[in-house]
């Protein structure tokens, strides 16, 4: 019921008489359309295994980027918004803390937005604790010539969203992220539907997340507590954080459920199936997969 409920409140937000005495509020007006940009699984030292997973799973995963900061990362890139696998090197003198800091798992929604200074100063006139704009890059080999891909982008201090980690991003070289050859998925999944947030209050969660845009047809977030998690997920739910709030899963679009099942089944990951759609756990990394539609 509590998921049935937060969907239809971010249906209907604008009519709904929650209360933020505490923070800001946008009237229906001012409400921006938020885009996504990605979502994040945090590896931490174990971004060679997830690598294999997400290739296993009939994914294009791209080479392996080198940020500026310190992190590694891996992608499945989808038209509309990506999956970013992030990772600290052992062998690394920069250590980018933040990362160690986060649990493994789904631990990153990321804004898309085309004016990263304008997000900033509005999620600071929202009440939000925002840190600096932030200004990195990573080098990408394209046609055998090493060019800086580049990003800027703002983050929400941690904590003020339970979850996990909330930022945005502006892409300052986007041709070299969304490349045809890293879009041809040998499982045919066509783009990231949504994620499913868990928390004790899915109704007061969908309001907080709400006041950083409203999303349109192509991505949603749900809203569900625990009890929600394990009727949907059945078993694969014990694969998920053991936390008051966190993010569970991400849901797909499109792709060959045989293929990817059969794929999964050869990893030893957990699955369950039924006619309208597949679930995956990666139990590792603490992560839910589903493909449907």
């Known amino acids: 019921m509590a998921a ?19 923070t800001p509020t946008l009237s229906p007006l001012d409400q921006p359309q938020a885009a996504l940009d990605h979502l994040v ?38 038209p509309g918004g990506y999956l970013e696998l992030i990772g600290q090197p052992r062998d690394s003198d920069k250590v980018r803390q933040e990362i160690l800091d986060s649990p493994v798992g ?9 004016d ?31 060019i800086d891909a580049r990003f800027s982008t ?6 003020q ?21 890293w879009m041809a998925h040998a499982n045919g999944v066509q783009g990231i539907a949504g994620m499913l947030v868990i928390d004790e209050d899915p109704v007061q969660a969908a309001a907080s997340y709400h006041r950083l845009g409203g999303w349109g047809p192509d991505f949603a977030l749900e ?11 059945g078993e694969l739910a014990a694969h998920a954080p053991q936390r008051e709030a966190f993010f569970a899963a991400i849901r797909f679009r499109g792709g060959d ?4 099942s059969a794929r999964a089944r050869a990893l030893g990951l957990p699955v369950r199936e039924d006619a309208d759609k597949l679930e995956v756990a990666l139990p590792a990394f603490r992560t839910l997969l589903e493909f449907a539609g």
Not at 127 to 146: I, N, Y
């Open 4 to 22: 049935v409920l937060a969907r239809a409140f971010l249906s209907f937000t604008n009519q709904s008489t929650v209360n933020h005495s505490s």
């Open 223 to 233: 809203f569900a507590d625990a009890n929600s998690l394990a009727v949907r997920f």
């Open 154 to 159: 703002v983050r929400l201090r941690p904590g």
């Open 257 to 260: 459920r045989g293929l990817i």
């Open 161 to 181: 969203f339970a979850a996990g980690r909330v930022y945005a991003c502006r892409h300052l070289t986007p041709e070299l992220v969304w490349r045809p050859e």
């Open 41 to 78: 699984i945090n590896t931490h030292y174990d971004i060679d295994a997830a690598q294999v997973l997400l290739e296993g799973l009939g994914f294009v995963v791209t080479p392996r980027g080198y940020h500026t900061l310190g992190s590694v990362n891996h992608l499945v890139v989808l």
């Open 116 to 146: 990263i200074e304008a997000c900033h100063a509005r999620w600071l006139g929202l009440g939000l604790d925002a840190q600096p704009v932030q200004h990195f890059s990573r080098p990408v080999e394209v046609a055998e010539k090493s």
């Open 106 to 114: 789904i631990d990153g929604l990321v804004y898309a937005v085309d």
